[in-house]
């Protein structure tokens, strides 16, 4: 059976990052830099890469840095090009995107994440979609997206990427009630957000890529509350099920870093510096004089 391709993307960027002030005061969380990348770059390779060709990003007030980052910049531009800068224009090119690719629209309330994807709804129609959230960056040979976008030409439905967590943390996330497990897909009876510890139907937590179905818009509209009193998208991902809908949870291949936090976001600078050919070497001799340092400190 052949399904229709996922080719939009919805990016829910409206969060104030208070985890991170006071540099969110006045910068987008999004464009906070892994190395020299801003975390939304890492998103949008990724989305790239699994055959997205529209952007949707839901913002607010606040974050015309991130809008002004995909714009074209003549004058920078102008400048290497003079300065025979050719590698570093090369590097610009993936910043840019072509007019009427990228779309904003603005979240007035911080209602929760589905609130933030109902938000896209007009420019969403009737085609299935992907939703990737910049906060979950994920270091994989093949990118996330990509694995999901071919496991989902083969399944259809609705499709959450899932990882195993510790039993104790599962609290934290939406999570995953499993009627079949497949190996790298399964098979999904429930999704429960944040339950207490003791309520966690498995350890097999949601994190932030998604590809879903324009159902789930439908069922967004009945704006009812959930876990927090926010609008959860996990509730209306739950009720396909009920209605006798497909949904698989993909067990994807690669590494999870939550940069939502202060910690995911130190770890995830390590690796993906350990990643980089140029900087491995003196990185990592810096990294062993600190272990080394407190070793003999202690």
Not at 124 to 137: G, K, T, Y
Not at 189 to 195: D, I, N, Y
Request: hydrophobic share 40%; aromatic share 8%.
């Amino acid at each position: 059976m052949t399904h229709r391709k996922v080719t939009k993307a919805i990016f829910p960027v409206a969060g104030l990052g208070t985890r991170f002030l006071p540099a969110t005061k006045s910068i987008p969380k999004e464009i906070m830099t892994l190395v020299d990348r801003p975390l939304i770059q890492y998103a949008i390779d990724e989305a790239r890469a699994a055959g997205i060709k529209e952007f949707i990003f839901v913002t607010s007030r606040g974050k015309g840095a991130l809008e002004d980052y995909f714009d074209n910049s003549p004058v920078l531009e102008q400048e290497l090009r003079r300065k025979g800068k050719d590698a570093l224009l090369e590097i610009l090119k993936d910043t840019n995107m072509e007019s009427g690719a990228i779309a904003y629209m603005r979240q007035h309330k911080a209602l929760g994440l589905g609130h933030a994807v109902w938000c896209a709804r007009r420019l969403i129609a009737n085609e299935p979609f992907a939703v990737i959230l910049p906060d979950d960056v994920i270091a994989a040979e093949k990118p996330c997206l990509q694995q999901m976008v071919e496991a989902y030409n083969e399944t259809g439905g609705c499709m959450v990427a899932a990882m195993e967590v510790p039993t104790e943390k599962a609290s934290a996330y939406g999570v995953l009630d499993v009627k079949q497990d497949m190996g790298a897909m399964v098979s999904v009876k429930g999704m429960v957000e944040k339950p207490a510890v003791e309520d966690a139907p498995s350890n097999l937590a949601v994190i932030g890529r998604y590809i879903l179905t324009p159902n789930v818009l439908r069922s967004l509209n009945k704006m009812k509350s959930g876990a927090g009193g926010e609008i959860q998208l996990t509730d209306a991902i739950a009720s396909e099920i009920e209605q006798g809908r497909d949904v698989f949870g993909y067990r994807f291949r690669g590494q999870r870093f939550d940069c939502g936090s202060k910690a995911g976001f130190l770890q995830a600078t390590v690796a993906f510096g350990m990643a980089r050919e140029e900087l491995r070497d003196e990185f990592s001799s810096y990294l062993h004089d600190i272990v080394a340092q407190q070793k003999a400190a202690e």
